[in-house]
């Protein structure tokens, strides 16, 4: 069985279902550990927040202790837990995302090296594995739509693996990959976006903004520019998205005239690139996040003002 400090750092808590056995748990505990970094992000993925992620992290150890088998591949077995454990998850979810009031953001999740000491599994993560804007397109497709196409472009994952997971045919499987793509508007793997690139843009999108600049600020937004922002109905937001470049840069130049004295910009990582984060009496209040176009310039602004999910990012 696994001691005090192996449950704490895998996160399971006591004993678990496998109370009564001990043959193999500490080479058990061991490939979950190896593995851990995917089974949070294959769930946070599908579920768009930490705590849930958490959750699913925690029931998918017991879960795999709980197995009395010896497992030839645990990467994939783990996924395919985590997979089905995540998809439940998501259908209570769905509901409570029904009643939320405006717009809903994944929650941002701190990565690179200012989460090493918290998380380390999150400090490993990438833009092309947990990027706001990846995240928010993927909004669009079914549960399993988006477990499949997450598990094949993603973490790379063969057909019989993903329909072992969906517990589906492998037709049905090429068959959710497809319709994904598809509705995705990407027939192609996904690339990650170059961080130096993303920076310079953040930087040049934050000063344009705060300096007041409205032509420098127009010439970076893309023509297809929309502004999403998420306020849970505890913080003020728009209720819906803000599409344009005329209208994205007259409500930025108006939240900088009316917070930028009293907010102080920080350069963070978040998703796996570079973000900032508007600080008010020494507590984050708002954090914007980019998505770039082709050309580089800005084609999605992303602020999430939520101070429920903005609380792993205070301190």
Do not use: C
Not at 90 to 102: C, D
Not at 109 to 138: F, K
Not at 140 to 150: D, K, N, Q, V, Y
Request: aromatic fraction near 6%; proline fraction near 7%.
């Amino acid at each position: 069985m696994a001691n005090r400090s192996e449950d704490a750092a895998l996160g399971a808590g006591g004993a678990g279902p496998d109370a009564g056995l001990s043959s193999g748990l500490p080479e058990r505990n061991s490939q979950f550990l190896n593995h851990r970094a995917l089974v949070f992000t294959i769930a946070y993925d599908i579920l768009g927040t930490v705590a849930d992620a958490e959750d699913v992290v925690q029931e998918s150890y017991l879960r795999w202790r709980a197995v009395p088998e010896p497992v030839a591949n645990p990467r994939a077995y783990l996924a395919r837990i985590a997979t089905r454990q995540a998809l439940n998850s998501l259908r209570a979810a769905s509901r409570r995302r029904e009643e939320y009031p405006g717009e809903w953001l994944p929650e941002p999740l701190r990565t690179g090296p200012d989460a090493l000491a918290s998380d380390p599994e999150a400090a490993a993560l990438t833009a092309g594995e947990v990027s706001t804007a990846m995240l928010v397109v993927l909004q669009a497709l079914t549960g399993p739509e988006r477990a499949a196409f997450l598990l094949h472009d993603v973490f790379d994952f063969g057909y019989p693996e993903i329909a072992a997971a969906l517990d589906a045919g492998e037709p049905a499987a090429r068959q959710m990959v497809h319709r994904a793509r598809v509705r995705l508007r990407s027939g192609t793997p996904r690339t990650a976006p170059d961080t130096g690139e993303h920076r310079a843009a953040v930087q040049r999108f934050l000063a344009a903004a705060m300096t007041g600049k409205v032509h420098s600020l127009l010439d970076l937004l893309a023509p297809e520019v929309v502004l999403v922002s998420d306020g849970g109905g505890k913080a003020s937001a728009a209720l819906r998205p803000v599409h344009g470049p005329e209208k994205v840069a007259r409500l930025m130049l108006g939240l900088a005239g009316k917070y930028g004295a009293g907010a102080v910009p920080e350069f963070v990582e978040l998703n796996g690139l570079p973000a900032v984060a508007f600080r008010e009496a020494g507590a984050v209040t708002t954090v914007f996040q980019l998505g770039l176009s082709g050309d580089g310039r800005v084609q999605a602004v992303f602020a999430v003002r939520n101070p429920d999910k903005l609380l792993r990012l205070q301190g």
